[in-house]
């Protein structure tokens, strides 16, 4: 049977617009395992790796220190480390991390809403 | 050494919100490889599986058709099958997977502005 060219399914679909590669990147990054969870928990300020790792209960040592690398190297974390005093490193989000609220709140209404609690 | 309990840090965490499950439980869910793509074509409305797979390219049968039940499991996506006519089975969100709405613009916007065009 040859192909259907132009039926009007065909041409409805064409109005529509495809996933682009973009917001694919976006949400594989953001969905990666922990990483949303990291973000969430940057969104109130920076923090110390011991201290992200409490917050988000589960993490492994392991897990936490590459999640934080892969996010330095989007340039969505940045290390602070201060030059006075005791040495304290602090995590912090940047401004393409920070630009990340929208998403992350809006995802955490959804699920205090939709979820059910277990 | 001994541990330092209740130092002005120790004292500062406690007033930060750990990352609750049910968040968690939202972020896995949209950022399996795939899911956001598809909740994001169809956000526009109904389509068929050949109409999902045209949008959402590099997507293979065999995942999408997994990604769908799952979707479907969560009733995120619901399955209609028209009863008039040449069967037509079509897949929409439901009102859980409208609500996924908010999130899915806010990341498009986010990849949209932040990332770089390849």
Redesign the interface.
Known sequence: MPAQAGTAEEKE?AT?????????????L????W????L??LM??P?RFS?VR????EISDRLLSERMKELEAERIVERHVSDCGPVRVEYALTD?GR??E??VR??????????P??
């Not at 529509?16 to 594989?28: F, I, M, S, T």
């Not at 953001?30 to 395992?33: I, K, P, Q």
């Not at 990483?35 to 990291?38: K, V, W």
Request: charged share 20%.
């Open positions: 679909l529509r617009a495809p996933c682009c590669g973009l917001y694919h990147q976006a949400v594989e953001v969905g990666t395992r990483t949303g969870a990291i969430l928990v109130d300020g923090l201290e409490e917050l988000v209960p393409k630009a990340l929208p998403t809006a995802l955490k209404s959804w699920a205090h809403y939709w979820l609690r277990q």
